[in-house]
């Protein structure tokens, strides 16, 4: 039975989901009822071809449910699932098939949606185990006769699906330790060809000496970032996000006020010196000549005294 528009329906239920930056089972029922998605089973189909559209739409959302998707389109998944679930319309229900392969992935998932105490994935997860939702089989896929030899496989949008760790496939523990062996036997060559045997020659020193230690520092930080950043957050997490969104707001809001307020002293500064009154004209030349009269009256009695004392 072909279901074209399944997978993009699933598709866009999760990118809508993904966009919430959020686990919460509230913010993807909103989603669920905004879309209507469960009318997905109405159409007028009879108990068969509903039992089939009811397999095929949880097989393409259990792909999502599973590594190398992100924790967020896992949880996402998970909650797909439970809906297409409980919404079927067929009798008896359709099971979720989960390969054993795959077991041991889902366990460790609700073991990190314990602890990361994210409660409603969880119960989510405990429900559809108790309702004996999931259906152990050998593979994950219900394989049937095909005349096609390859059969298609399932191919999800890139943005849904974790990166992958470049720089750990790239550096791994053999190759440090090659470095680190290439390194002593050039600093070993640069003190041969030296004059000094006991150390190399400074302008034979082109690479640095402390080049793998720093190398293996780097990936340290690197790893310990991919492993914080990789945890799935919490609703402590959340709160100490909040509070310092609240703070750089206050701050902000305060170097406004700041800034308003040195703006508002500058203007009435500017206002205060530019309204300070310049004496006319004539009153500034009187000033002038009042001032050189004054000066000269001053010589002129300096001169004065100075003639008294030579007459005696």
């Given at each position: 039975?072909g279901?074209p528009g399944?997978k993009?329906?699933?598709e866009?239920i999760l990118?809508r989901f ?10 993807f029922?909103?989603i669920?009822?905004d879309m209507?998605f ?6 007028g189909?009879?108990?068969?071809e ?5 397999r ?6 259990s792909?999502?449910?599973l ?8 949880v996402?998944a998970l909650?797909?699932l ?5 919404s ?9 098939r ?12 609700y ?6 105490q994210?409660?409603?994935?969880a ?12 259906h152990?089989?050998?593979m994950a896929?219900?394989l049937t006769f095909?005349s096609q030899r390859n059969?298609?496989?399932?191919v ?6 974790d990166?992958?760790d470049r720089v750990?496939?790239l550096v ?5 330790e090659?470095m680190?062996n ?9 003190c041969l060809i030296s004059?000094?045997?006991s150390q ?6 082109l690479?640095?000496?402390?080049y793998v ?16 950043k990789?945890k799935p957050?919490t609703?402590?997490?959340?709160e ?5 969104e609240?703070?750089?707001a206050?701050?902000q809001?305060?170097e406004?006020?700041?800034s ?5 002293l500058?203007r009435i500064?500017?206002k ?5 009154t310049?004496?006319p ?6 000033q002038v ?8 009256s ?11 004392k030579?007459k005696?």
């Amino acid at each position: 039975m072909g279901t074209p528009g399944l997978k993009a329906d699933c598709e866009t239920i999760l990118g809508r989901f993904q966009e919430t930056d959020s686990v919460r089972f509230e913010e993807f029922a909103a989603i669920w009822k905004d879309m209507k998605f469960s009318h997905i089973y109405f159409g007028g189909m009879r108990n068969l071809e509903m039992s089939k559209f009811a397999r095929e739409a949880l097989s393409v959302a259990s792909h999502y449910f599973l590594p190398p998707y992100t924790f967020q389109i896992r949880v996402g998944a998970l909650y797909l699932l439970y809906g297409l679930y409980n919404s079927q319309l067929c009798q008896p229900k359709q099971k979720i098939r989960v390969a054993l392969k795959d077991w041991d992935d889902i366990e460790k998932f609700y073991q990190d949606l314990i602890g990361a105490q994210h409660l409603d994935a969880a119960y989510i997860m405990r429900q559809l185990r108790l309702s004996r939702a999931f259906h152990f089989t050998g593979m994950a896929e219900f394989l049937t006769f095909r005349s096609q030899r390859n059969q298609p496989r399932h191919v999800g949008r890139e943005e849904f699906k974790d990166v992958r760790d470049r720089v750990q496939d790239l550096v791994t523990s053999e190759t440090l330790e090659e470095m680190l062996n290439i390194h002593e036997h050039y600093q070993k060559t640069k003190c041969l060809i030296s004059a000094d045997k006991s150390q190399p020659d400074r302008s034979l020193s082109l690479v640095k000496e402390d080049y793998v230690p720093n190398l293996k520092q780097l990936l340290s930080e690197h790893v310990t970032w991919k492993l914080e950043k990789g945890k799935p957050r919490t609703k402590n997490d959340d709160e100490k996000e909040e509070n310092e969104e609240e703070k750089e707001a206050t701050s902000q809001e305060s170097e406004k006020e700041s800034s308003e307020r040195a703006k508002t002293l500058a203007r009435i500064k500017s206002k205060c010196y530019g309204a300070v009154t310049q004496a006319p004209k004539s009153r500034r030349h009187r000033q002038v000549l009042m001032a050189s009269s004054e000066s000269s009256s001053d010589c002129g009695g300096k001169n004065t005294q100075k003639r008294k004392k030579k007459k005696k």
